[in-house]
């Protein structure tokens, strides 16, 4: 996520702390009970997006878009698991470039287009293309937007879908492959070069439970609202397949997971994620933030935002000591 996240606002030190024969416990069911099934789903649901691509290339195919939609489910739910093999080789930004705050994925899918470059009914030569060109967001727009759908190099278009699904099939194969191939195992049998014991292997865990609801928090919801004067409804994720609400909720419900086998099933912890998923849900005639700039709604995605927060804030002070991982200094303070 380096290209959009600010700095993690809590920072974490290993304490000495009896917690530590407790972590590897909560390591290998968060490995074993979400990690790897989150990435096996991805991979099979991938695979199943490209072989649909490869009979059903047409934008509007409705197979193509419920095979779209299938796939890019299974990402989002492990979208905050940036770590490890969904970040070697930059495969996570490459099947998540988002935000694109310059504009650069349109630019590159328009140039492929007038181009027609062969390259791309391969995987090394699709692997070679820039990240804007590949991924789910990349895909989105070639199956949702106009300018694309609509374009009169239909024969491109479909080589150039096929391209990106195939893409995306072999990214997350690998993912899947890495993890039930031994990085699982690195993080399950701690006190190795990547993790000294389970208390690292837990700090890495809740290092990305917050980055991925910080990414929530500020990304698919701070993007949209912009400011009170100038509120960016057009920034907002995945929106022309209606999708930026389910992201939100998408994301709450894998965290919410994750957090509950991170802290022994804390009660308040959970209804705090049950408190944010009602005020998500409350929002469903509005899917794509379209209303930020009307007071009421936009009350009600700030209310929102805050919860988030406040889950953020009560895993990194109440739930990590436990772990054995003491807060230590806020990296925004500069200190």
């Known amino acids: 996520m380096r290209q959009f996240l600010k700095p993690l606002a809590f920072a974490f030190t290993l304490a000495a702390s009896p917690a530590l024969s407790a972590s590897a ?6 490995v074993e009970g979400h990690i790897l099934p989150g990435f096996e789903a991805l991979a099979t649901s991938s695979a199943a997006l490209d072989e649909t691509a490869q009979a059903h290339c047409a934008p509007t195919d409705p197979d193509l878009r419920a095979a779209f939609n299938t796939a890019f489910d299974a990402w989002v739910r492990v979208s905050h698991l940036r770590f490890g093999p969904t970040e070697q080789g930059d495969r996570g930004f490459a099947l998540a470039f988002w935000p694109d705050k310059r504009s650069k994925t349109p630019k590159a899918l328009s140039a492929l287009l007038a181009s027609q470059d062969p390259s791309i009914t391969t995987p090394a030569g699709m692997a070679s293309q820039s990240v ?33 699904t195939g893409d995306i099939a072999h990214i997350t194969a690998a993912i899947n492959a890495d993890w039930t191939g031994g990085y699982g195992t690195l993080l399950l049998l ?55 609400l389910r992201h939100v909720i998408l994301s709450l419900e894998a965290t919410r997971d994750m957090a509950a086998r991170l802290s022994g099933g804390d009660a308040a912890l959970d209804r705090q994620f049950q408190h944010a998923l009602d005020r998500a849900h409350a929002l469903a005639d509005d899917p794509i933030f379209a209303g930020v700039s009307d007071p009421q709604v936009r009350f009600q995605i700030e209310s929102l935002q805050q919860e988030i927060r406040n889950i953020d804030q009560t895993i990194a002070n109440d739930v990590a000591p436990r772990l054995g991982i003491a807060p230590g200094f ?6």
């Open 25 to 30: 416990p909560v390591v290998r069911d968060i």
């Open 132 to 164: 804007a060109t590949r991924g789910f967001y990349a895909l989105e727009r070639l199956i949702y937007d106009p300018q694309y759908a609509q374009t009169t190099n239909a024969t491109y278009l479909c080589s150039l879908i096929q391209g990106v």
């Open 190 to 244: 701690a006190g190795n070069d990547s993790f000294r014991d389970p208390r690292e292997a837990g700090q890495q865990l809740l290092t990305a439970l917050l980055t991925g609801i910080e990414f929530t928090a500020d990304m698919r919801l701070g993007r949209p609202l912009g400011t009170f004067e100038r509120p960016r409804p057009e920034r907002a994720e995945a929106w022309r397949s209606k999708r930026s």
């Open 330 to 335: 806020n990296s925004l303070d500069g200190d």
